[in-house]
């Protein structure tokens, strides 16, 4: 069964991720109203966004912290075929979730791979050429339960999940700000549509000002 996967940006008005400063404190107070018990991340924005050290690896493996039934806390999933990061302890050990774990292809390295065994860190391994999201996300509601699905990314990992209809939400914080350019660093980055028929349309489930300047947005694909 797929879990139900929610693609949640802060953007500036015209889109935009990068640049915007905007409110992390008001972005993740808005996390805060799922019972999200997964979140997917692609390897660029861990490694470029949020931990530029896990490219470094690390000289030794540690022991993970024993498991607890009782903790609430969410899974983190990386996709990360290519095998970039090396330094799975300094992105486990983070109070934010309770594990994590990566998500692979059958054309990752199996030097790779033997480095996650040696570091304990769990994995999937699904699709040829790259992951294979739509079998990922059963895997993981088969092994963990997981029925909520939040992505922390952007545009490239969203766009695939939009285009591959896995998409069930889409919410977006918009900033009190325009960034303009050319370069797609929007929310949503996929190849350009040959017709009609690739558009994903959207439904309005919520929406809310907030802070005067802010307004926050809930969407449901429309499938």
Request: proline letters at 5%; glycine letters at 8%.
């Amino acid at each position: 069964m797929l879990p139900h996967v929610i693609v949640y940006n802060g953007a500036s008005v015209d889109g935009r991720l990068d640049w915007g400063l905007g409110d992390e404190g008001l972005y993740y107070e808005f996390v805060s109203r799922w019972n999200v018990d997964a979140m997917l991340s692609g390897s660029n924005t861990i490694l470029v966004a949020q931990f530029p050290e896990a490219l470094a690896e690390s000289p030794v493996a540690l022991e993970p912290s024993p498991s607890d039934a009782a903790d609430a806390r969410q899974l983190l999933v990386i996709v990360d075929s290519r095998g970039r990061i090396r330094n799975w302890p300094v992105i486990r050990y983070q109070p934010y979730w309770r594990d994590a774990m990566a998500l692979c292809s059958h054309a990752t390295p199996r030097s790779y791979l033997d480095y996650l065994k040696e570091q304990q860190i769990d994995y999937i391994v699904a699709g040829d050429d790259r992951v294979d999201l739509r079998a990922a996300l059963e895997e993981l509601n088969a092994r963990y339960g997981v029925q909520v699905v939040r992505v922390d990314s952007g545009g490239i990992l969203n766009g695939v999940l939009l285009r591959a209809g896995l998409v069930d939400e889409v919410c977006v914080l918009v900033n009190p700000e325009l960034v303009g350019g050319t370069t797609p660093r929007s929310m949503f980055v996929a190849p350009d549509l040959t017709s009609p028929a690739g558009v994903i349309r959207l439904r309005l489930l919520d929406i809310e000002r907030v802070r005067s300047d802010y307004v926050w947005l809930r969407y449901e694909v429309v499938k």
